[in-house]
């Protein structure tokens, strides 16, 4: 979902005024865990079960010299390099789009 729409729906209330989501955070809808994607436009619903992040062999994390306000505040910036891919063997059943509208 994206953060906008994810933002939207969290601050909802009903007609009285109160909020449909304590504390401004989704919950779990129907037993889906909502994730905030950014420029997702389409929300998607997947089987975590059936999805696989492929991660190269190149992959590496190391402190980075790079980033000085990092290092002014006393604190270790690190830079992840890598490729990634996403494995997704039976693809209608485990992605799928969901449309929402208004009510």
């Known amino acids: 979902m994206s953060p906008t729409d994810a933002v939207e729906e969290a601050t909802r209330t009903d007609t009285a005024g109160r909020p ?11 037993g889906l865990t ?10 998607l619903v997947y089987d975590a079960g059936s999805t696989y992040l492929v991660v190269a062999r190149d992959f590496a994390v ?16 690190l ?22 509208t208004a009510a």
């Open 20 to 30: 449909l989501c304590g504390g401004g955070q989704l919950p779990d809808l129907f």
């Open 34 to 43: 909502v994730v905030r994607v950014p420029g997702l436009e389409q929300p």
């Open 62 to 77: 190391r402190a980075s010299g790079d980033y000085a306000p990092a290092f002014k505040a006393d604190k270790t910036a």
């Open 79 to 100: 830079r992840v390099t890598g490729r990634f891919g996403v494995g997704i063997p039976t693809l209608g059943k485990s992605v799928r789009k969901v449309l929402v």
